[in-house]
T-cell receptor
């Protein structure tokens, strides 16, 4: 079975400071990992994904994420947060050993960037 | 940039009524999904659809649910007899191919309220 944990319900950060949103996963095989962001009254917008290769993945809007196999983590990072980054962030995983293509999501982390 | 669209944005219905949620996936995508998010809970996979048939479904997707691609553009989710616990945000998603590395792109969601 595949699962994802986002241990923080909310992250508060001052504008201009680094932002980190944590994600850990559990899979039987190898993971495909995704980050999505949800702004108010909008759908889930794709930010970035890890499939294979370089552990540091760069995505949209200056976000990046680091895959760490030994810690089974895929934390989302941004060096300098903007007020406009305030949103709900979801980590998702697909297990390469699982049949089908369903994504399993974490519970989401609300990011609040204060001016 | 192409987007997944969903209608209606909000739907209020009485318990026991049938509802149809509509989605227009991205035009060159071949794989379609429905997910739902009950308020305050995780985004959950319901069903995936490829080549005019269900390819995978979750335990949530019981006989009350059905999906259809009635024409070349629409993808629908029908709930035959709604229950109070069906109240949720329903997200449609699509991906180019069936492979797990493919990114799923999500629509803005339909918020369903069953009274």
């Amino acid at each position: 079975a595949q699962s994802v944990a986002q241990p923080e319900d909310q992250v508060n950060v001052a504008e201009g400071n680094p932002l980190t949103v944590k994600c850990t996963y559990s899979v039987s095989g190898n993971p495909y990992l995704f980050w999505y962001v949800q702004y108010p009254n909008r759908g889930l917008q794709f930010l970035l994904k890890y499939i294979t290769g370089d552990n540091l993945v760069k995505g949209s809007y200056g976000f990046e994420a680091e895959f760490n196999k030994s810690q089974t983590s895929f934390h989302l990072k941004k060096p300098s947060a903007l007020v406009s980054d305030s949103a709900l962030y979801f980590c998702a995983v697909r297990d390469t050993k699982a049949a089908g293509n369903k994504l399993t999501f974490g519970g989401g982390t609300r990011v609040l960037v204060k001016p | 940039e192409p987007e997944v669209t969903q209608t209606p944005s909000h739907q209020v219905t009485q318990m026991g009524q049938e509802v149809i949620l509509r989605c227009v996936p991205i035009s060159n995508h071949l794989y379609f999904y429905w997910y739902r998010q009950i308020l305050g809970q995780k985004v959950e996979f319901l069903v995936s659809f490829y080549n005019n048939e269900i390819s995978e479904k979750s335990e949530i997707f019981d006989d009350q649910f059905s999906v259809e691609r009635p024409d070349g553009s629409n993808f629908t989710l029908k709930i035959r007899s709604t229950k109070l616990e069906d109240s949720a945000m329903y997200f449609c998603a699509s991906s180019v191919l069936a492979g797990g590395v493919e990114t799923q792109y999500f629509g803005p969601g339909t918020r369903l309220l069953v009274l």
